[in-house]
């Protein structure tokens, strides 16, 4: 069991997922899973996570797990390969959550950066709910419940599986080696690290409205592609530009291949020469826009279309996350089973335990 490799990871339903989960895990989900390196993949709709910021709109949360369980068939996650289910029909999870709060001090929970920014960006300050502060809990007992020993994400993901780790270590201290530290999996490609915004703040977000998602329609696309923050000093064509926090840029740094060119403008051989000239002066950012909206719609097409297929039977969607759901439960409740024993709180399988009771309260 130690050396079975296995993968966990998931994203909140609070809306369609966009391009930016698309690079940063989802495209590298699709390629783990028919790889076949992984004994057993799980892919989970975090549903309970969301409702911790948004528990005075449920039904925002309720009505996007579909959008997002579309979003993963559309990309190519296959049911038959991958276990995909819903966090809250999981209820093993909330009681190891239970029991992790334990080994967590709250000034650890402050120190965690993820949390820190989640927070700023919310505006909670001291208004925190108790349930989005301790989201790293929950999290690790996500990671720990299914064994997970790699959880593919973004670096912004990367102190939370920091903590994660820290949990199960500790856990493991106290109560003997159960549960298997997690180690996260981080994009191939720098560019996908982090993506932008389409107004260039280090973070896409729902939120904050800058977002490019799968599902989009072609036209929908092309406006925002076409309104995207370039460089602030490159006024005329003539003018020396600047790649670097251009947000066109990292997005071609994220999707175009040498390929690409070839297909879309022969002008050049690889994204190396498109900067080069860019740089010196004498390209419109127009033109730059055209060749990425080119590319981001050759990539999202197909998607597109899988998705509106998958429409046509959404009952046939909810029975597969059913059944993602069963077979999930019945992994988290085995590894409950461990935990119990170890923590010695399974008081009705425990023989030895009652029959040292028997001894004791006899006078023996």
Not at 139 to 164: K, S, W
Not at 304 to 320: G, N
Request: some cysteine; proline content about 4%; aromatic content about 8%.
């Amino acid at each position: 069991m130690a050396n079975e490799k296995i993968i966990l990871t998931g994203d909140r339903p609070t809306g369609r997922l966009h391009i930016g989960h698309f690079v940063g895990s989802l495209r590298r989900r699709v390629e783990l899973q028919n790889e076949g390196d992984y004994k057993k993949m799980f892919v989970f709709i975090a549903d309970a996570q969301a409702l911790t910021d948004n528990i005075d709109n449920p039904e925002k949360v309720r009505q996007n797990v579909i959008e997002v369980a579309l979003d993963y068939l559309a990309c190519g996650l296959d049911p038959e390969k991958v276990t995909l289910f819903i966090q809250s029909q999981i209820p093993e999870l909330c009681e190891l959550s239970f029991y992790f709060m334990d080994l967590v001090s709250v000034s650890r929970l402050q120190r965690n950066p993820t949390v820190k920014t989640e927070i700023a960006m919310r505006g909670f300050e001291s208004s925190i709910p108790v349930g989005f502060f301790t989201y790293p809990v929950s999290q690790a007992a996500d990671i720990a419940a299914f064994r997970a020993t790699t959880v593919p994400a973004g670096e912004d993901q990367r102190p939370m599986i920091e903590q994660a780790t820290e949990i199960v270590r500790r856990f493991n201290h106290i109560y003997g080696e159960t549960l298997v530290e997690p180690q996260i999996m981080l994009p191939e490609n720098a560019a996908c690290l982090r993506l932008p915004g389409t107004d260039g703040k280090a973070k896409m977000s729902k939120s904050l409205g800058n977002c490019i998602y799968l599902s989009e329609t072609a036209d929908e696309m092309r406006k925002k592609v076409m309104s995207m923050y370039t460089d602030p000093l490159h006024v005329n064509v003539s003018d020396p530009g600047h790649v670097e926090g251009n947000a066109v840029f990292t997005y071609l740094d994220a999707f175009c291949t040498d390929e690409h060119f070839d297909r879309y403008w022969k002008d050049y051989a690889n994204l190396n020469e498109l900067k080069e000239h860019y740089t010196r002066g004498g390209l419109g950012d127009v033109k730059c826009k055209r060749f990425l909206e080119s590319i981001l719609n050759e990539t999202l097409e197909p998607i597109r279309q899988r998705r509106l297929e998958f429409q046509k039977d959404i009952p046939a969607i909810y029975d597969m996350l059913k059944r993602g759901c069963e077979d999930a439960r019945e992994v988290a409740a085995a590894t409950l089973d461990d935990v119990r024993r170890a923590m010695k709180i399974n008081y009705f399988d425990d023989a030895e335990l009652i029959a040292e009771q028997v001894k004791r309260f006899s006078g023996q």
